[in-house]
């Protein structure tokens, strides 16, 4: 063979992929493929769920579970569920966490309510701006005696906030803990959850009730499109690879054995064999 020969064949090797680049290739649109897809079902789980909240939010205030059934109580079942609570307040025993509000930067008021059977819902009455979070400031709005409670039950936020942990040593708190307020404020059996108090709860300068955030970021669609699409793009471009190297076809001239110039070609015996591609 000529070195006129590998001249003539080498554009065409050029412009075969390695076997190596395929295969990551395919393996890489099939992954995209299947995040999409992912996406789509989270869409159609995040949909079922903003309709499941929606609806237990506005539905009929009911009593909270019953003490036997708080081990089966779960944010899928039970969160959000619009309730209500009758009991006395322990004011003494309250718990100020950190919030951000619509109203601006202050505080959550978790209050303990002891009900009659002899156990207790922390109910977060509302938020106070940071001026008002010495209780002397809110006498007025702390009412005495049995009270009724109606809000939405929360599940509790163990641990902390965002890069925040609980301090329950120095009285400061981050999440709505609800087993480790019970512990701070030597507290007995305590329902694993709290109850959101709805705005009709306030009492003259209480807390200000009615500002929980029922809000589900649903981008999942945008997610999906934007997977897919870089799967097309990478079919497209694994398609153009394949139809110009691998898949392309070739076809046979000839050229004189002994003759220096390509341009003089003939057929016939003594005549050598060169590829094109076409």
């Not at 059934?69 to 009991?87: C, F, K, L, N, Q």
């Amino acid at each position: 063979m000529r070195p006129e020969d590998d001249e003539t064949r080498s554009p065409a090797r050029a412009a075969r992929p390695s076997l190596w680049l395929t295969v990551l290739s395919l393996i890489a649109f099939v992954v995209l493929v299947a995040l999409g897809v992912w996406q789509v079902e989270r869409r159609t789980w995040k949909l079922a769920l903003i309709d499941r909240v929606e609806q237990r939010v506005h539905a009929r205030a009911q009593p909270i579970p019953s003490r036997a059934s708080w081990p089966a109580i779960t944010a899928a079942s039970d969160e959000y569920r619009h309730v209500s609570v009758a009991g006395r307040f322990l004011h003494d025993r309250e718990t100020l966490v950190q919030a951000v509000t619509e109203e601006g930067p202050g505080y959550w008021v978790l209050t303990p309510l002891e009900r009659d059977d002899g156990t207790t819902v922390l109910i977060n009455r509302g938020f106070v701006p940071s001026e008002r979070r010495d209780p002397s400031a809110r006498q007025g709005g702390n009412p005495d005696g049995q009270v009724e409670v109606r809000g939405l039950l929360r599940i509790t936020e163990p641990k902390g906030g965002f890069l925040r942990d609980n301090v329950p040593q120095h009285n400061r708190w981050y999440s709505r803990d609800v087993s480790a307020i019970a512990a701070a404020r030597d507290l007995h059996n305590v329902a694993p959850f709290f109850i959101d108090a709805d705005a009709g709860s306030r009492s003259g300068p209480g807390p200000i009730g009615g500002l929980t955030v029922v809000r589900f970021p649903n981008n999942h669609l945008i997610y999906a499109l934007t997977w897919f699409a870089l799967a097309f793009m990478l079919a497209g471009r694994l398609f153009v690879t394949f139809r110009g190297g691998l898949f392309r076809r070739q076809r046979f001239v000839h050229e004189p054995a002994g003759g220096l110039d390509a341009s003089a070609r003939r057929t016939g015996s003594d005549a050598g064999t060169i590829v094109e591609p076409t």
